[in-house]
């Protein structure tokens, strides 16, 4: 193509300087905000190097691409045909590429996938050089991918961290990421004259010194929310607190009551007011407005006080005392409980504990996509073999706790082109603050792990899986699952990355009593946090959940919208008796603050 002709190009797609000048200038301030991110990520280093060590985050990512490597060794024959297949498939897009550019047609070697944000800008595919820089890396990246499947041998550990780490690498190397290489960042600079990237280094700097020298990506406006002003406002009091946690009830919106008070418990990983997020989503709000005098935990953030506090210690203070205060509050001992993700496993575990030593209290539990059963536990499996958890139970044994950065950032890499790459080009490239998205301020909210409790969870249930397999004990006493008898309602979501759904399932079949299974479509947090009057998704009922998930799958009903209706309906066939409204106050224990409370906003 003759240098005018490229010229015109440039100037049809916007790569143009407009101001040569203001563009210098530009680009001398942005070498000086690049010093201060700099030493917003060296400074913390410099002052506590221990902290920082990466060498042993990347040991199993090195670890792993050498046993894949050893694999490929052993079938040479294998190897040369998919090095064959890449260097055919880059033949025929550079045949494609010469007849597209004499305007001889010449059709797409590789295709993006039409949910593939990532090039939906026209350049992409108008642009001949964009569109070979486009279909070289799909065509890279699929090879890629393929070359751990096809790799024999390998263990279904190793597949799956080669799998994972594969993935991270393939996403962070697409050129939709960096400046050079996006023709939308590239119009973007080119018409503010570099402002863009001036302004996205000023954020950069900012979030890298606001996570103490690690980048805490800027998801959503945090200016534009406020717990208890419009998060987390459904109205009620704190009734009940010790070190762990603060329980909250709920103020009645009826005149009736279902009579069996409702006792919800929450993850610790992360913040109980994703059940409460504000008027339209909250599954709180809604509850109460069912008739349910609605209680929640909502604990602690741990500090290094709290290092020896167990996972067996969440269970006698978090749900048996919650158990206690929620009788001195209205005088009933049955209640109904409901288990969201990790607190659903430890509920799980304290019927197991219950039903061992007598306690019938609960009446009905309900579980929000938790996970009983970790043999199916999906990509969190990659991150808890012996030899991380151990480097993991050693930088806890240094705080006394899991850092919230540590988990927040496992939980961005499970969507990282969901949750970490959209903010790397549009926060720190096109300079752009985030929109206000409350979702995403609840989820960089995160929280920090007693070493204790998370050396427990971690190698108990996802390094050993004791629990669905009779092996856990609390205070010396056994917890068999299949003695819960009770009536259990069991959800999961088809797109859970944290709790799949085939985990999740796997769990249901491990209970005594009757399971009614129920998938609901979207992932771990929108399949939860689905109000009625959104009309979004769907869920799938059916039969018990045996056999497999796509063998009940095939056989369930699908319903349109929100499963909490049938959620409601469920619970009131087990008790539908009313009783007039409890004020809070009128048993036992006196208010000691407004909901949401004070241990919901510590940082």
């Not at 046993?67 to 079938?75: C, E, K, P």
């Not at 263990?155 to 993935?167: L, M, N």
């Not at 950032?409 to 499970?414: P, Q, S």
């Not at 490239?429 to 971690?458: C, I, V």
């Amino acid at each position: 193509m003759a240098g005018s002709e490229l010229d015109k190009t440039a100037r049809n797609f916007g790569f143009e300087v407009r101001d040569p000048q203001r563009f210098a200038s530009n680009m001398a301030q942005l070498v000086g905000e690049t010093a201060k991110a700099v030493s917003a990520y060296l400074q913390p280093q410099i002052s506590a190097p221990a902290q920082f060590a990466v060498s042993e985050e990347f040991a199993p990512i090195a670890k792993t691409f050498a046993q894949v490597q050893q694999a490929w060794m052993t079938q040479p024959g294998t190897m040369f045909a998919a090095q064959t297949k890449l260097w055919q498939s880059y033949a025929d897009l550079w045949s494609s590429s010469l007849l597209q550019a004499v305007g001889m047609g010449g059709g797409e070697v590789a295709a993006s996938a039409s949910r593939d944000n990532r090039f939906k800008d026209p350049a992409w595919t108008e642009n001949p050089y964009f569109d070979l820089m486009r279909q070289s890396y799909l065509i890279t990246s699929h090879w890629a991918e393929s070359l751990v499947g096809e790799a024999e041998g390998l263990d279904a550990e190793t597949e799956r961290k080669a799998r994972f780490y594969t993935k991270q690498i393939v996403n962070a190397i697409a050129p939709s990421n960096w400046v050079f290489s996006n023709p939308e960042l590239l119009r973007e600079t080119f018409a503010s004259d570099g402002e863009n990237l001036v302004r996205g280094m000023q954020l950069l700097a900012e979030d890298i010194q606001r996570g103490s020298g690690t980048l805490k990506i800027r998801q959503t406006d945090p200016s534009k929310f406020e717990i208890g002003r419009n998060l987390a406002v459904t109205p009620g009091k704190v009734v009940y607190q010790n070190p762990l946690m603060q329980l909250i009830q709920y103020e009645p919106a009826t005149e009736k009551v279902l009579k069996r008070p409702l006792l919800i418990v929450p993850p610790w990983i992360n913040k109980f007011y994703i059940l409460d997020l504000n008027p339209e989503k909250s599954f709180v709000k809604w509850a109460v407005e069912q008739g349910h005098t609605t209680f929640i935990i909502s604990w602690v953030n741990p500090d290094e006080t709290l290092a020896g506090k167990s996972f067996e210690d969440y269970m006698h203070e978090g749900i048996l005392e919650a158990l206690d205060a929620v009788e001195k509050a209205t005088g009933e001992k049955p209640v109904n409980a409901v288990g969201y993700c990790v607190g659903g496993t430890l509920l799980s575990a304290t019927l197991a504990y219950m039903g061992a030593t007598g306690d019938e209290r609960i009446k009905s539990a309900t579980f929000f996509t938790t996970q009983v059963d970790f043999r199916h536990a999906g990509d969190l499996k990659v991150f808890s073999d012996e030899e991380q958890i151990r480097a993991i139970e050693r930088d806890m044994a240094q705080r006394g706790y899991l850092d919230s950065s540590k988990m927040a950032t496992i939980f961005n890499l499970l969507r990282s082109n969901d949750l970490i790459w959209p903010y790397i080009v549009n926060v720190y490239q096109k300079g752009q603050e985030p929109l206000p998205f409350d979702l995403l301020y609840w989820n960089s909210d995160s929280t920090r792990m007693p070493a204790a409790n998370h050396s427990f969870y971690l190698r108990r249930c996802y390094l050993e899986n004791d629990l669905s397999e009779g092996r856990m004990e609390f205070d010396g006493t056994r917890l068999d699952l299949s003695a819960v008898t009770i009536p259990i309602y069991h959800l999961a979501a088809r797109e859970d990355h944290i709790a799949p759904p085939r985990s999740v399932f796997a769990g249901a079949g491990c209970f005594g009593g009757p399971v009614t299974f129920v998938l609901a479509g979207s992932g771990h947090i929108a399949g939860v946090i689905n109000p009625p009057a959104k009309n979004r998704y769907q869920h799938w009922t059916g039969g018990p959940a045996d056999g497999s998930l796509e063998g009940w799958l095939e056989s369930a009903d699908e319903h349109p919208g929100s499963w909490w209706p049938h959620w409601q309906a469920w619970v009131e066939a087990k008790d539908r008796k009313r009783v007039a409204a409890r004020a809070i106050g009128d048993g036992e224990l006196e208010p000691i603050e407004d909901a949401p409370g004070n241990y919901v906003r510590e940082k």
